[in-house]
């Protein structure tokens, strides 16, 4: 199989063939290597690599990234693609725009304690627009830009789901 | 003063978390049945499992749960509990529920309430220190209500000043305020925030000493009125005036500057006829003067470090004491050895201002091995809530000596995998091999410099063993998927990536 995998800003083409159970050829950016590597759990991989070993335990990284592989104290970041999938990808770069409405949305499961803005007001770069409690502390959502605030659906004392979108800045 | 002696027989934790944990475990030592209490969310966490009973006292928010004493009092006598443990945080500086107890018939495992009013106001607390001589940091001498009160009195003192709750401690409702700018948002936060914490919105101001050391002295009071210290903490690693490494002895004062500290903090106590663990917090700056900064009447965050360098155990001593025992230990069987460190593990995101990072523990891999201590509220397949402080677990070294400890903290952490929530694992590492650190050479403003440095990358070699794994996962899943079900859209990553592959996919 072939894929891309995207590690921080870097891309790299990776080969993988399976050659026996457990054993990969595998080419990363032209480099041939021969690992050995083993499931021991469904997030956890014992990987052999000319001698090397590397305890992996991995988990789907909780802000939606690809996977965080921790190995010998470090961590990486790895996303995963298939050519198909990396092309659809580039072309929606391409096309997105950047000066779009900005959606503001909650970072994470918490109260709304305090709504700074009404519907309609126009707000500066980095005006505090929305505060949301989480764990006893306290986060102001700031606007990303100047614009005016529009679809402000956030409720005081409401309970709010990450990435619920609480205000719209045009 | 002193208390009647009864045996204790059944303790109610009044608390949650790993210091509930903590606290079942020295119970359990001790023959004594450890109580749990447990708000809507925690049925399954692990405090409540630590217990051998368990009663719930509410809906999830601290305020109608964890901070309701009417609530934890009629658990205890339900329970036929003989004694309350408030572990920190929550009720556990509240003088109020200590008579609340009191009056119940049940035994606080604690300070008096009268103790607990004269130095848990850091007002009280400021004027008894001052009449006794010791040297207090300026500030307003009382608590203040309004926004122009404070910027008038900030003013005469001059920028920067911190605002601190009267109430409170570890940080929670306190602000640093670099100038008059600043004073509306933060004195609007600090005090909404000190009400949830404690329940009270009551502020104070001090001028702010730049660059300081946290050094605490860790006091135990008898019933006789006499109390002993057990070394120093140094907590000076803060992040926002939060503690994140504590370690003892201290590298910033000499063997006797601790002493002096040590004498001045147990005449602090016995000032208030202070019963139990206690800690006198102070401010050192470079010429190793050190300033009264407040004393905390209750067992600490951080007394671990305390306990693996002294080789006691707090809360046994607690306990003896409030059945009316004498002190555990005299002064001169006190003896410090080797070095200890501890780091706060915090389900929070440090690469996004280190949000709190609430959500399901799909598995939680602990390191063991020679001089470790892990004391954990959380466990595989527990939702951490959004409710409660984000602290999940605390992990300490002990060694011989500090870069002992240090090496030793640095491989636990590697053993150490949270999976399905964001930690601050790696922060904790990157601190722990920070220069300042190594070098023992930093003061409460060294995380945020390190911050402003930026991050290193980690080696070709640790690279490329990930994007194997990666590529190997990803073939292993597209081979299953394939298998399963040949329509999957898994090429878009979309299948994988969602909660419902995560934990359906164990079924």
Not at chain 2, 100 to 117: C, K, Y
Not at chain 2, 135 to 144: L, N
Not at chain 2, 226 to 233: I, P, Q, T
Not at chain 2, 326 to 338: A, F, N
Request: negative net charge.
């Amino acid at each position: 199989m072939n894929y891309v995998a995207l590690v921080g800003e870097q891309k790299r083409q990776v080969e993988l063939t399976e050659l026996e159970d457990g054993k990969f050829r595998v080419v990363i950016d032209g480099r041939e290597l021969f690992v050995d590597a083993r499931a021991v759990a469904d997030t956890t991989l014992s990987l052999m690599i000319d001698g090397q070993v590397y305890n992996i335990e991995s988990e789907l990284d909780p802000a939606g990234h690809g996977e965080n592989f921790s190995i010998r104290g470090e961590v990486v970041n790895v996303e995963v693609l298939d050519l198909r999938s990396m092309q659809l990808r580039q072309a929606k770069t391409l096309t997105g725009g950047v000066d779009g409405p900005a959606e503001i949305a909650a970072p994470m499961p918490g109260k709304i304690v305090a709504i700074l803005v009404e519907e309609g007001q126009q707000v500066e770069e980095g005006q505090g627009l929305v505060v949301v409690e989480a764990m006893k502390m306290e986060n102001e959502l700031k606007s990303p830009r100047a614009g005016v605030v529009k679809n402000l659906t956030a409720q005081k004392d409401a309970t709010v789901e990450s990435g619920l979108v609480l205000c719209v800045i045009e | 003063m002193g208390k009647p002696s009864r045996r204790i027989n059944k303790v109610l934790i009044a608390n949650r978390g790993e210091i509930a944990v903590r606290v079942a475990r020295t119970l359990r030592e001790m023959d004594i049945v450890p109580v749990a209490v447990y708000s809507d969310v925690d049925r399954i966490a692990p405090h409540v499992r630590a217990c051998y009973e368990a009663y719930p006292i509410g809906p999830a928010p601290a305020p109608q749960s964890y901070l309701r004493g009417d609530a934890v009092i009629e658990a205890a006598k339900k329970a036929g509990a003989d004694a309350i443990h408030p572990g920190y945080g929550f009720l556990s500086e509240n003088a109020a529920f200590v008579e609340a107890v009191e009056a119940a018939g049940l035994i606080f495992i604690g300070p008096s309430a009268n103790a607990m009013r004269v130095m848990g106001s850091k007002t009280a607390a400021r004027n008894k220190m001052k009449a006794a001589g010791v040297p207090c940091v300026p500030g307003s001498e009382g608590a203040i209500d309004n926004v122009e009160e404070v910027k008038k009195v900030a003013d005469q003192m001059g920028y920067p000043v911190v605002l601190k709750a009267s109430a409170g401690g570890g940080g929670k409702g306190m602000r640093l305020v670099h100038d008059v700018s600043e004073m509306d948002s933060a004195f609007r936060s600090a005090r909404s925030e000190a009400k949830n914490a404690f329940g009270d919105d009551t502020v104070y101001i001090e001028k702010a000493i730049i660059n300081p050391h946290h050094v605490e002295i860790q006091v135990f009071g008898g019933n006789d009125g006499k109390a002993v210290w057990l070394g120093e903490r140094e907590c000076s690693m803060q992040r926002r005036h939060q503690k994140v490494i504590e370690e003892t002895p201290s590298l910033a004062i000499n063997e006797e500057v601790r002493c002096k500290m040590g004498e001045v903090a147990c005449r602090a106590a016995e000032a208030v006829n202070y019963v139990g663990a206690g800690t006198i917090e102070f401010l050192t700056d470079s010429d190793m003067n050190f300033y009264f900064l407040e004393m905390n009447t209750r067992l600490q965050v951080e007394h671990p470090v305390t306990e693996l360098c002294c080789g006691v155990d707090l809360v046994e001593g607690q306990v003896r004491v409030a059945q009316g025992e004498p002190l555990p230990w005299k002064q001169e069987d006190i003896v410090r050895t080797g070095h200890a460190i501890e780091v706060r593990l915090y389900a929070e995101d440090p690469s996004k201002n280190f949000m709190p990072a609430p959500g399901h523990i799909d598995e939680l891999i602990l390191p063991h091995g020679p001089g470790i201590r892990v004391d954990c509220g959380v466990a595989s397949g527990y939702d951490v809530p959004q409710h409660y402080d984000p602290m999940i677990a605390k992990m300490c070294a002990w060694a011989e000596d500090r870069d002992g400890a240090r090496r030793r903290l640095i491989r636990a952490l590697s053993e150490t995998a949270v999976k399905g929530i964001t930690t601050n694992r790696l922060f904790l590492r990157r601190l722990l091999e920070l220069n300042e650190f190594v070098a023992g050479k930093y003061h409460t403003g060294s995380i945020a410099e390190m911050m402003a440095a930026g991050d290193a990358a980690p080696s070709d070699e640790i690279l490329d063993a990930g994007v194997i794994a990666a590529a190997v996962n990803r073939y292993r899943r597209d081979s299953r998927s394939t298998r399963r079900e040949p329509q999957s859209q898994s090429s878009s990553g979309t299948l994988w990536r969602s909660h419902g592959w995560r934990r359906g996919g164990r079924a």
